[in-house]
């Protein structure tokens, strides 16, 4: 089993930055895909970003390509989502995510562990 919890969350003005940590215990993530999704109020979970298992390859949706970039740091047992000009529509719950193929995959369901997600409020 993986346990995943995310931090780092909060309020910011809009055009703001915020780094998102997901720290993993129980079982090192070193062969998972990491991937950050979010979930906004009344709307569908969502993909946001993906790492594959090694850090070579990286998706980002396109809503957030260009502001946010995932990395992570194996010998940490965790997974990064840095977040750079921040809108009022990037306001949701923020979630980290475990894919045993360790691939970056966008489908919530290709991913066997979560996080409890964390709070991201972007003020205008």
């Known amino acids: 089993q993986v346990q995943l919890v995310e931090s780092g969350g909060g309020l910011v003005q809009a055009g703001g930055s915020l780094t998102l940590s997901c720290a993993a215990s129980g079982r090192t993530i070193s062969m998972y895909g990491m991937g950050w999704f979010r979930q906004a109020p009344g709307k569908e979970r969502e993909f946001v970003a993906g790492?594959?298992?090694?850090?070579?390859?990286?998706y980002y949706a396109d809503s957030v390509k260009g502001r946010f970039t995932t990395s992570r740091d194996n010998a940490k047992n965790a997974a990064y989502l840095q977040m750079n000009s921040l809108k009022p529509e990037d306001t949701a719950v923020y979630y980290c995510?475990?894919?045993?193929?360790?691939?970056?995959?966008?489908?919530?369901?290709?991913?066997?562990?979560w996080g409890q997600g964390t709070q991201v409020t972007v003020s205008s």
């Open positions: 790492i594959s298992w090694r850090g070579g390859s990286t």
């Open positions: 995510a475990a894919d045993l193929l360790g691939t970056t995959a966008t489908m919530a369901n290709s991913y066997e562990y």
